[in-house]
């Protein structure tokens, strides 16, 4: 769930993310199969209250694949701060085991496919905005959900952004 808060007057404070999420959303939903939107986090509903905008999604399980692949430990030496990075379970999986690489890729190339397919960009992909739920007894991906569209934007036919959405 995330919520946008707006002004004393019941204005939209200044976040073109939360229409651009709304209005990414909408489109994802009218113009995707339910194969399509299996790797989407998908929103459930918008609730425009008189303090606030809310949009509610769908629970995710699992983690973001950031904090899947590392554990970044700081410390101090000598007066100086030292990171220690740990590859996890899920690094050396990914790594290791052809089947789960080529079921991550697959999901990502679903998502993405159906991203290219409605001309949307999404704006901010990294490893932060994609939640994994790892099976680490079995070395499987239960599951991928591409998150936050607040970033998104469209193109048209001849690859320029449209603004104004």
């Known amino acids: 769930m ?7 007057s019941g204005q939209m404070k200044f976040d073109p993310s939360a229409y651009v999420e709304l ?9 995707s199969t339910a194969e399509e939107r299996e790797n989407i986090c998908m929103m459930i509903e918008s ?3 008189k303090k606030d905008l809310w949009l509610i999604y769908e629970l995710c399980s699992g983690r973001t694949m950031n904090e899947h692949l590392f554990e970044v430990k700081g410390e101090f030496y000598k007066g100086e701060r030292i990171y220690m990075v740990h590859h996890s379970h899920f690094y050396h999986a990914l790594r290791t085991n ?10 990502m190339c679903v998502a993405l496919s159906l991203f290219a397919r409605i001309s949307i960009v999404h704006g901010d992909l990294k490893p932060d905005n994609i939640i994994i739920d790892y099976d680490p007894e079995t070395q499987s ?21 449209i603004r104004n959405q």
């Open 23 to 31: 209005q990414m959303a909408q489109l994802i939903r009218a113009y």
């Open 47 to 49: 609730v425009d209250d």
């Open 2 to 8: 995330k919520q946008f808060p707006k002004n004393g």
């Open 141 to 161: 991906i239960r599951s991928l959900k591409v998150i936050d569209l607040g970033s998104a934007f469209l193109l048209n036919e001849e690859g320029r952004t």
């Open 98 to 107: 052809l089947e789960m690489l080529k079921d991550f890729l697959y999901r």
